[in-house]
């Protein structure tokens, strides 16, 4: 495929539009506007022309392609407008708060004629692809039990309060929106196997918390006034869930989210056995996996040798020199870019996003009910 400058906007300016900022520099594309909740935060976040309104951005700069950075519930919104402008969209996950915004997405894609991609991105690391190809490969057996994590300390403060926590933003959940569903991806993308089945259990610790207008809470939410001049608020979003899971070839396994663990910046950790061997893997250590047997475990560092040679892209550094996150992140920006070019990169779609929304609502009514549920497609 021939090297593409494609002209790109943002949507949104938090804290991971600015990491798209980068990608999209690193991969030579041309960012031509930025578009904030205000003119004012559009402005500070600098890099490109500042908006506030994505309606007249879209038609007055017309770029090939948008970066939806948005809040959640912003996301089907500004995806649709971007669609139906002629521009191809990566959008942050969630792909949106509702299965039928997510449906409305996918329908706004075909009629446009363009890619819609989504931002997992942890799928992008080498040696994910690497377990992928072992596990296809029957290396480790018949597969037996999938497990894990995702644990963070984002929301570890008692009082700490985040946009999220407010009304409408983020769905009915906290931590599967936003953590969750990047765990759940991932299961399903190794393994090549759907969850069928999962049963949730939801703990909101911490339902009281304080917005001080602080960068990342957002606008002021509904609640009562502090004697600082913050404002009380009540939530009842979960910080932490807990999943059984079953997979359609009877393998089953476990993960805990959480949002309030402490000493977890960012752990995101799967562990896979089979009627073999087994293997573990952490994002926060993403150049190594164990390799389990019955006789001994063997520590495997990421080498570009190891990956199908299809994939040798996605690994520019020899081995002993730590490719991470934003790594990662360009993979996956760059196979959705090459989706959008017509080539044949793999990429996490629109339809990987609607997933991820049926595996959450499944968790939801899962944990609503205190019964396991059936998962559908």
Known sequence: ?????????????????????RMIRDLGGELVAVCGRTLGAAS???????????????????????????????????????????????????????????????????????????????????????LRSKLAADHFGNLRRVGGCYLSQDVFAADKYVWMFSPGTT?????????????????????????????????THQPERIWRGA?????????????????????GLEE???????????????????GVSPGHPNTI??????SERGADWNQQDPNVWIERSATGNTT??????ALPQHLAWMSKLPSGHAEGYADAFRNVVFQSWAAMRGGHFGYPSFADGLRGLRLIDA??????DRRPVSVGD
């Open 1 to 21: 495929m021939t090297e593409w400058r494609p002209r790109v906007a943002i949507i949104g300016t938090g804290g991971i539009a600015h990491v798209h900022v």
């Open 44 to 130: 500070a976040f600098g890099h490109a022309d500042p908006y506030d309104d994505p309606a007249r951005m879209l038609r007055e700069r017309a770029p090939e392609v948008v970066h939806v950075c948005s809040p959640h519930h912003l996301h089907a919104e500004h995806s649709i407008a971007a669609l139906a402008a002629g521009a191809h969209v990566l959008c942050e996950k969630p792909m949106a708060t509702k299965l039928d915004d997510g449906l409305r997405m996918i329908d706004a894609a075909a009629r446009a004629g363009r890619t819609g991609a989504i931002a997992y991105t942890y799928r992008g690391y080498p040696l994910i692809e690497v």
């Open 171 to 203: 769905g009915d959940s906290y931590v599967l929106m936003d953590l969750g569903v990047h765990w759940l991806d991932l299961v399903e993308f190794v393994t090549r196997q759907r969850i069928v089945e999962i049963t949730a259990q939801l703990s």
């Open 215 to 235: 960068p990342g809470e957002g606008r002021e939410p509904p609640g009562s006034r502090t004697e600082d001049g913050g404002v009380r608020v009540r939530h």
């Open 240 to 258: 932490q869930a807990d999943l059984l899971i079953r997979l359609s070839n009877g393998a089953a396994g476990s993960a805990t989210i959480s």
């Open 269 to 274: 950790a799967l562990s896979i056995d089979g």
């Open 300 to 305: 495997i560092q990421r080498s570009p040798d």
């Open 363 to 368: 968790a939801l009514r899962s944990a609503a």
